[in-house]
């Protein structure tokens, strides 16, 4: 079995410092099949440890390593610099160094001390406390010489995992751990290189000495040679070949000591001869190990791991076989493996023993329990730890009480704030406080206390992105999704501006099963018709005919719905009934069959009753690069799928509606001064995910703004017909409240912000108004 570190042992030292008996790892070189036997092997003399590891000394090897392989670039590099001649294996190290450094950053940033203490540990390992998988990458790379690929790295997990089947979090931390030991078989090479770049140097040094003894006195040369003798230098292969090669160079000056070292060779059973050749194959096996370790440090850094541990999970095979869990994304599937290591850590049974646990649960539900991800990061989680005699945490109880009681300690903790501080303000209050004083105070405390918890509930609760389908290779039939954008027709301008934004979110979105429909009205009016209203109607349709003309085959299909007037008695007025609303629930009806809705319908209709969701937008909204795919795969996860109570007439479980961020545009950020103070930061930022939104995080719901995705047929039972006509300002938090919302973090719409502040207040108190009505 292979050495690991922590025992090496020291010899006497030269002049240049302790030299270490720890040489590369060159094991017996195996094949592909050699080392699947050799997996087996080791699989069944592996014995784990009764308890969890608190030893970090990876970590502290990990520093010694970068220290040890620091010394010796600066000694190399050095000897560049002076004129001397290195080794090839000496110009791989140095050429390559940055990779290292590089290597030895990302290995200590992916494995925090938490993460290396909860790896399992072995207890018959060389070195106490030595991580299983730290001892199988240092077995593959000591018979690979330190050549790492792909198909003898599955070979290798996969022949082990036929004895025992590793951890999650095991096979998450193979790269990491084959990095730790190619850094350490770079250290070991490097310690070979600068040793042999010491003895080269002192072989040249006694060489040296030799001449200028010669010059000085011939005879003086044994006084030399007696010295060399005392010193009882290393003699490496190294220290031979330069002082034989640089003593023949000197032809006939140095015939004793060259007849000396003879000699002393011939004593041990060497010749020159085979010193030279001894030393070329130890440069040369020097060389073979610096490539093959930058080349399996390449290797890592290139490799998909997010495939390799899906490919290795045992946990991964085993939720294959629930129905649905396929078809999901990579980053939910993840989750679902990661609760099921969570569990598993607290219980007495495996990892592939809880997930067949969750699996049995659900096969015996109908809808949405019938789906194991409910038993995992659902409502079941907690019937699914009693199914496996979970033990929990103090702070686990603690988190599940708070959940369980989420309303009362929200709504608790922010009277209890504002009480506190009202308190202390009137407290501090010069005269005695009236009762508008005192509704005052209440008013600003309450403000605080809402931004305090709100601020400490992100800390406390960690943000969830959505669990989603994988819409990879595009939107399926069954999930055909429309991107409606209500707007008003008012002039020639106005039409060829929302026609092109319209053409843009197609060419970020193109998907077969993905339609875009203009749904219009004109503008309000004292009469039904209006001289003009006819070409606007006409100029859109016509552009739209366009649009599906030059697109034939790459969309759905454009579309423009377009209303008539119809008489307000409330407004005394010609308009579009219930405006933006109205446009929404009358195209839901459109799709679902119902005729006469709109005056003047264009574009492809023959497919429209099978479109299922619809994306609302506005008119200035932007639907950035494959937002809708995502919208529409994460909509129609099972577990996001509405839920409608006949008795409450509401979505109770899943979601109809879901609405993503809403950002500001770059360009009208950059308008004016005020947008550029106030719209904060715009754009999309590529490296977000998750982001925490207090309602969705505590509540497992957010509040819709009126831009998002739903479902049509949801939709229509929680709230078609159900609010009154004329009276709603502000639909949107009532539609999100009926239809169940939810907030897609992960999903950034952009729209354009006021660049006047009379602009933004204008905005704001319709917002209020339609609140307060509210």
Same mark, same amino acid.
């Given at each position: 079995m292979?050495w690991a570190?922590g025992?090496s042992?020291?010899r006497s030292?030269?002049?240049?410092?302790?030299r270490?008996h720890e040489?590369?790892?060159?094991?017996?070189?195996?094949?592909?099949s050699q080392?699947?036997?050799?997996?087996?092997?080791?699989?069944g003399w592996?014995e784990l440890?009764s308890?969890?590891?608190h030893?970090?000394?990876l970590?502290?090897?990990?520093?010694d390593?970068e220290?040890?392989?620091?010394?010796?670039?600066?000694?190399?590099?050095?000897?560049?610099q002076?004129?001397r001649q290195i080794t090839p294996a000496?110009e791989?190290?140095?050429d390559?160094y940055h990779?290292?450094?590089e290597?030895?950053?990302?290995?200590?940033?992916?494995?925090?001390?938490a993460y290396?203490?909860?790896l399992?540990?072995?207890?018959?390992?060389?070195?106490?406390?030595t991580?299983?998988?730290?001892h199988?990458a240092l077995?593959?790379?000591s018979?690979a010489h330190?050549r790492?690929d792909?198909?003898?790295l599955?070979?290798?997990?996969?022949?082990?995992?036929?004895?025992?089947p590793?951890?999650?979090?095991?096979?998450?931390?193979i790269p990491i751990m084959?990095r730790?030991?190619?850094?350490?078989n770079l250290?070991r090479?490097?310690?070979?290189?600068t040793?042999?770049?010491?003895?080269?140097?002192a072989?040249?040094s006694?060489?040296a000495?030799?001449?200028?003894?010669t010059?000085a006195?011939?005879?003086?040369?044994v006084l030399v040679?007696?010295?060399l003798?005392?010193?009882?230098?290393?003699f490496?292969n190294?220290?031979v070949?330069?002082?034989a090669?640089?003593?023949?160079?000197?032809?006939?000056a140095?015939?004793?000591?060259?007849s000396?070292l003879?000699?002393?060779?011939a004593?041990?059973g060497?010749?020159?001869?085979?010193?030279f050749?001894?030393?070329?194959?130890?440069q040369?096996?020097d060389?073979?190990?610096i490539?093959?370790?930058?080349?399996?440090l390449r290797?890592?850094g290139?490799?998909?791991?997010?495939?390799f541990?899906?490919a290795m999970s045992?946990?991964?095979?085993t939720l294959?076989?629930?129905?649905g869990y396929?078809?999901?994304d990579f980053a939910?599937?993840d989750?679902?493996r990661?609760v099921?290591e969570l569990i598993?850590r607290?219980?007495?049974?495996?990892?592939d023993d809880v997930?067949?646990?969750?699996i049995?649960?659900?096969?015996d539900r109908t809808g949405?329990t019938a789906?194991?991800?409910y038993?995992?990061?659902?409502?079941?989680?907690r019937?699914?730890?009693?199914a496996v005699?979970?033990r929990?945490?103090?702070g686990q109880?603690v988190?599940?009480t708070g959940?369980s009681?989420?309303h009362?300690?929200?709504?608790g903790?922010i009277?209890?704030v504002?009480?506190?501080?009202?308190?202390?303000?009137?407290?501090?209050?010069p005269?005695?406080?009236?009762?508008a004083w005192?509704?005052?105070?209440?008013?600003c405390?309450s403000?605080?206390?809402?931004?305090?918890?709100?601020?400490?509930?992100t800390?406390?609760?960690?943000?969830q992105?959505?669990?989603?389908? @994988?819409?990879?290779s $595009?939107?399926? =039939?069954?999930h055909?999704?429309l991107? #409606?954008v209500? &707007?008003m /027709?008012?002039?020639?301008a106005?039409?060829?501006?929302?026609?092109e934004a319209?053409?843009?979110?197609f060419?970020?979105?193109?998907?077969?099963?993905l339609?875009?429909?203009?749904v219009t009205?004109?503008r309000?009016a004292t009469t @039904?018709v209006?001289? $003009?209203?006819? =070409?606007?109607?006409?100029?859109a349709g #016509?552009?739209? &005919?366009? /649009?599906?003309?030059t697109?034939p085959?790459q969309?759905?299909g454009?579309?423009?719905?377009?209303r008539?007037?119809?008489?307000?008695?409330?407004?005394r007025?010609?308009?579009g009934?219930e405006?933006?609303?109205?446009k929404l629930e009358q195209?839901?009806?459109a799709?679902r069959?119902?005729a006469g809705?709109?005056?003047?319908?264009?574009g492809?209709?023959?497919?429209l009753a099978?479109i299922?969701?619809v994306i609302?937008?506005d008119?200035?909204t932007?639907l950035p690069r494959?937002a809708a795919?995502?919208?529409a795969?994460?909509?129609?996860?099972?577990?996001?799928r509405?839920?409608?109570?006949?008795?409450?007439?509401r979505i109770?479980?899943?979601y109809g509606?879901l609405?993503p961020r809403v950002g500001a545009?770059m360009?009208?950020?950059?308008?004016s001064?005020?947008?550029?103070?106030?719209?904060?930061?715009a754009?999309i930022d590529?490296y977000t995910?998750?982001?925490?939104d207090?309602?969705q995080?505590?509540?497992d719901?957010g509040?819709?703004?009126?831009?998002?995705?739903y479902?049509?047929d949801?939709?229509q039972r929680?709230i078609?017909g159900?609010l009154p006509?004329d009276r709603v300002l502000s639909?949107?938090l009532?539609e999100g409240?009926y239809?169940r919302s939810g907030?897609?973090s992960?999903?950034?719409?952009?729209?354009?912000?006021?660049?006047?502040?009379?602009?933004?207040?204008?905005?704001?108190?319709?917002w209020?108004?339609g609140?307060w009505?509210i």
């Amino acid at each position: 079995m292979m050495w690991a570190p922590g025992k090496s042992k020291r010899r006497s030292a030269d002049g240049a410092g302790a030299r270490f008996h720890e040489s590369p790892m060159r094991a017996e070189l195996f094949s592909v099949s050699q080392l699947e036997r050799h997996a087996r092997t080791i699989a069944g003399w592996h014995e784990l440890a009764s308890m969890p590891g608190h030893d970090d000394w990876l970590l502290a090897r990990l520093a010694d390593n970068e220290v040890a392989l620091r010394d010796a670039y600066t000694l190399v590099s050095d000897a560049v610099q002076r004129g001397r001649q290195i080794t090839p294996a000496a110009e791989w190290f140095i050429d390559n160094y940055h990779l290292i450094e590089e290597q030895i950053r990302t290995a200590r940033r992916h494995l925090p001390r938490a993460y290396n203490r909860e790896l399992p540990r072995l207890a018959n390992a060389p070195t106490p406390g030595t991580p299983r998988v730290y001892h199988i990458a240092l077995e593959l790379i000591s018979h690979a010489h330190g050549r790492v690929d792909a198909e003898a790295l599955r070979a290798f997990v996969a022949s082990y995992q036929e004895i025992r089947p590793l951890r999650l979090g095991e096979l998450w931390a193979i790269p990491i751990m084959l990095r730790l030991a190619l850094l350490e078989n770079l250290r070991r090479v490097a310690m070979a290189i600068t040793a042999g770049r010491r003895d080269r140097e002192a072989a040249a040094s006694w060489v040296a000495r030799m001449l200028t003894a010669t010059a000085a006195n011939p005879t003086d040369v044994v006084l030399v040679l007696a010295e060399l003798v005392a010193a009882e230098p290393p003699f490496s292969n190294a220290f031979v070949a330069e002082l034989a090669s640089r003593i023949q160079a000197q032809g006939t000056a140095l015939v004793f000591p060259m007849s000396w070292l003879e000699q002393r060779l011939a004593e041990s059973g060497q010749t020159v001869e085979q010193v030279f050749e001894l030393a070329t194959q130890s440069q040369a096996a020097d060389q073979v190990s610096i490539g093959n370790s930058i080349g399996s440090l390449r290797f890592l850094g290139a490799c998909d791991w997010r495939d390799f541990v899906e490919a290795m999970s045992v946990v991964e095979r085993t939720l294959r076989t629930a129905p649905g869990y396929g078809a999901m994304d990579f980053a939910t599937r993840d989750r679902y493996r990661r609760v099921v290591e969570l569990i598993a850590r607290r219980s007495a049974l495996s990892e592939d023993d809880v997930a067949r646990a969750a699996i049995r649960l659900a096969s015996d539900r109908t809808g949405r329990t019938a789906h194991v991800g409910y038993f995992l990061i659902d409502r079941g989680r907690r019937q699914l730890e009693r199914a496996v005699a979970m033990r929990r945490s103090l702070g686990q109880v603690v988190r599940r009480t708070g959940d369980s009681l989420r309303h009362v300690c929200y709504g608790g903790a922010i009277a209890l704030v504002t009480v506190g501080v009202a308190l202390a303000l009137v407290a501090l209050a010069p005269l005695a406080p009236s009762v508008a004083w005192c509704a005052l105070v209440v008013l600003c405390a309450s403000d605080l206390a809402v931004a305090l918890v709100h601020w400490a509930a992100t800390l406390i609760v960690s943000p969830q992105i959505l669990p989603r389908l @994988e819409f990879a290779s $595009g939107i399926p =039939a069954d999930h055909r999704t429309l991107v #409606a954008v209500p &707007a008003m /027709l008012t002039d020639a301008a106005e039409i060829d501006e929302l026609v092109e934004a319209l053409e843009v979110r197609f060419l970020a979105n193109r998907d077969a099963n993905l339609a875009f429909a203009l749904v219009t009205d004109l503008r309000d009016a004292t009469t @039904e018709v209006v001289d $003009g209203d006819a =070409a606007l109607v006409e100029r859109a349709g #016509a552009a739209i &005919a366009a /649009l599906n003309a030059t697109y034939p085959t790459q969309s759905g299909g454009f579309f423009l719905f377009h209303r008539a007037r119809q008489w307000n008695p409330r407004e005394r007025l010609w308009m579009g009934w219930e405006r933006k609303r109205g446009k929404l629930e009358q195209l839901n009806a459109a799709l679902r069959g119902e005729a006469g809705l709109f005056a003047t319908v264009v574009g492809p209709t023959a497919g429209l009753a099978d479109i299922r969701y619809v994306i609302a937008l506005d008119a200035d909204t932007g639907l950035p690069r494959d937002a809708a795919r995502v919208l529409a795969a994460t909509l129609a996860h099972p577990l996001n799928r509405p839920c409608f109570d006949a008795a409450r007439r509401r979505i109770t479980e899943g979601y109809g509606i879901l609405q993503p961020r809403v950002g500001a545009t770059m360009a009208s950020i950059s308008r004016s001064r005020f947008a550029r103070l106030f719209g904060g930061r715009a754009g999309i930022d590529p490296y977000t995910r998750a982001v925490s939104d207090v309602y969705q995080d505590v509540f497992d719901e957010g509040s819709f703004i009126g831009k998002g995705i739903y479902d049509i047929d949801a939709v229509q039972r929680a709230i078609g017909g159900r609010l009154p006509d004329d009276r709603v300002l502000s639909h949107d938090l009532l539609e999100g409240a009926y239809a169940r919302s939810g907030l897609v973090s992960d999903v950034l719409l952009v729209e354009d912000f006021p660049s006047t502040h009379a602009a933004d207040i204008s905005r704001r108190h319709r917002w209020i108004r339609g609140d307060w009505q509210i």
